[in-house]
């Protein structure tokens, strides 16, 4: 059996595209395999505590979740590259790990890194490192975030790693750009296809409708994921005064660490531009809920300024809605203009309300769009196929 050690800063409950496909990946690979019967692999995960109502030790899915730290969201993350290495030492002592995963160049990966300076320093040998990048963000806030620690992560992680897997062409880029020169493979996140495809009953969509002031000839726009500045939710809104008062945008997602979000930044923004009755701010929605709520609305956007890859859009293209996007970090890999989605302009409302209309005007691009978003999601973002190319991943560790 290969017994791995996850390193990711945040997890379950907190749950973001890294998480999902965490989780997806070592609930197949964790379970009995198809040819021999026997589990393969078995997951440790190191993650700072972030709540202090969480427990120490919790068994989640195929994957045993080690939480380091008193709750304190900053300090948990400030303190867990030097916490989790020491966890990752104790821990080693008894699995003996056939490598370690870090998730994305963060707090969580450095402590795979520190644990590896220790063991050189005590005469071991190195336990190879799978750095996986996840990141979307932009190249400004890699630099000044943190007050640089950010990019130092990167420089740091990027050294020491044996084996590198990223979410996009994009990552990869960047990271060579970085200084990486060792092995690399794409590793797209996937989507539940079935799951995102699924016929909502009518009379589920119905009681959506009625609940959302939907009524005949309302059109639906929808985003989803965390109300941050790069994902530019405030250009969508902007983008509904060029639009006619039929269209609506519905907002699915919070903000981050708790604080005073962007979500009310949001809220004012809607407010001043008289439009707080055409925006509804749904909060965090249940993973399980996606769809149904999906399937209510009729055009998905986000008009991204920075995106490493971004799980919302393959599942919107798995639920068959439209695609409106921007041509920026590792979109492109999965949306082409015109056949898989749309583009638009960062930061440009006008542009949007353009691709908007030209999807709501011309039905045969609309259904042309939908038909070869989701073959492409079908052909290339299965989560079969992502696993198998993760697993592909560790045994090149032997």
């Known amino acids: ?25 070592t609930d197949r690979l964790g379970s009995p395999s198809m040819n021999s019967g026997q589990v393969d692999f078995e997951f440790d995960l190191i993650t ?20 380091i730290g008193s709750g304190k969201p900053t300090l948990d993350k400030l303190l867990l590259p030097f916490r989790g290495a020491l966890k990752a030492w104790q821990l080693n002592k008894k699995q003996n790990y056939f490598c370690f995963w870090a998730i994305m160049a963060s707090f969580s990966s450095g402590a795979g890194y520190i644990c590896n300076i220790l063991r050189f320093i005590s005469g ?33 992680s990027l050294w020491q790693t044996d084996h590198l897997t990223a979410l996009s062409n994009f990552l990869l880029k960047r990271a060579e750009k970085n200084g990486y020169k060792g092995e690399t493979t794409l ?32 059109i639906f726009l929808v985003t989803s994921g965390r109300l941050t500045q790069k994902n530019a939710v405030d250009s969508i809104i902007s983008s509904l005064t060029h639009l006619t008062e039929n269209i609506s945008l519905i907002i699915i997602g919070k903000g981050t660490d708790g604080k005073l979000d962007e979500g009310s930044q949001l809220q004012k923004q809607a407010r001043d531009l008289g439009l707080a009755n055409r925006v ?89 769009i939908i038909e070869k978003a989701y073959a ?14 993760m697993k592909a991943v560790f045994d090149k560790m032997t």
């Open 187 to 218: 590793v797209p996140n996937g989507v539940d296809i079935p799951f995102f495809s699924q016929i909502i009953k009518e009379e589920t969509k119905q009681e959506l409708r009625n609940r959302s002031g939907k009524k005949t000839g309302d």
């Open 1 to 25: 059996m290969k017994k791995i050690l996850i390193f990711s800063t945040a997890y379950y409950p907190f749950v973001g595209g890294a998480e999902v496909a965490v989780k997806e990946i």
């Open 376 to 389: 492409r999601v079908v052909e290339r973002y299965s989560w079969d196929h992502v696993v198998q190319e």
């Open 124 to 156: 071991k040998n190195k336990i190879p490192i799978v750095l996986s990048l996840q990141e979307g963000d932009s190249e400004n806030y890699l630099k000044y975030k943190w007050g640089g620690l950010v990019a130092l992560s990167w420089r740091l």
């Open 280 to 368: 509804k701010f749904l909060g965090f929605l249940p993973h399980v809920d996606m769809p149904k709520y999906l399937s209510v609305c009729d055009i998905f956007i986000r008009p991204s300024r920075s995106e490493g890859f971004g799980n919302s859009f393959i599942e919107a293209m798995a639920a068959r809605l439209p695609v409106i996007a921007t041509p920026v970090g590792g979109i492109p890999d999965f949306i082409d203009d015109k056949e898989t989605g749309v583009f638009c302009s960062p930061d440009n409302p006008q542009s949007i309300a353009q691709a908007v209309k030209l999807i709501l005007e011309d039905g045969t691009l609309r259904e042309r």
């Open 48 to 67: 700072a505590r972030l709540r202090k109502d969480l427990p120490d030790l919790e068994k989640i899915g195929a994957v045993n979740v080690y939480r």
